[in-house]
């Protein structure tokens, strides 16, 4: 049943984004031209850059547990499964991907291993960003500084621990919440001018909370009402800011999908 739990997750991504359209267009001052703006063209970079190193530590997984040793295999099924996330129930992307591999002669335990971690391991990697930046000093070095230490840090911590094996696995996990970050930095600093860098902090916990919530589709409707509860900018409607970061996201895995469905197109 995968082209039909594709078919019915690229159905639900389409309704969203014309209903966010119907729903707010007139209401809310939202302005679809800001999104291909040139000045946005940062924040689709960094964004797609997380969504490339989230892949690559399912590709390092993949091979290490002998799951799947085609790169191009593996980069289909991933941008597939995480497109299949906006099932209701937020199961889609584990149901989508233990569908696609083979598994007759593979571990379902492998793939629900890989899949958790691939959910869990970024959220506590950015726990830990997000306790450190909470305290005064690496506010005061800047964000990308702050970042660079961090990483450092976790490095030297995996090296000379039993882990040491798993380096480039965490460390594209680290990667992917890096660029993350920068991207809603750089989201924030574009629409709202000010607190940029706590404002991508606290809607990022309010992305992570979200996924501990089995029954909204990619959190669609309760990311948003945690961010509003988090997030505090005089200077830009937040709402609005919100709604047009969640479009981007969604614009976001649309973009992996297709280039997965290419492809797969090709590879035939």
Partial sequence: HRKKIIFLSNLIVSTSLISIFFQFNN?????????????????YFFGFASY??????????SKKEKIENNIIKNFILFSYS?????????????????????????????????VLFEQFTPIGLFLVLYSFFSINYFKEIGLVSFLLIMYFLKSMIILISPLKNYFLYFSSFYLNCVFQIYMIYLFFDFFCGIYAVDNSFDYLLSTYIS???????????FRE????????????????????????????????????????????
């Fill in 52 to 61: 490339i190193f989230l892949f690559l530590s399912w590709n390092i997984f």
């Fill in 225 to 268: 009402g945690v961010s509003l509860l988090l997030i505090s900018n005089e200077l830009c409607t937040v709402i609005n800011a919100i709604i047009y970061l969640r479009i981007i996201y969604i614009i976001l895995d649309l973009g992996l999908f297709i280039i997965g469905f290419t492809l797969k197109r090709f590879s035939k």
């Fill in 211 to 221: 996924s501990f919530l089995i029954g909204s589709p990619a959190g669609i409707g």
């Fill in 82 to 114: 995480n497109i299949a996330k906006y099932i209701p129930g937020s199961i889609g992307l584990y149901v989508y991907r233990l569908a696609s591999y083979d598994v007759d002669k593979i571990s379902v335990k492998k793939i629900t291993k890989g």
């Fill in 27 to 43: 209401k809310i001052e939202i302005n679809f031209e800001t999104l291909i703006n040139k000045d946005t063209y940062q924040i």
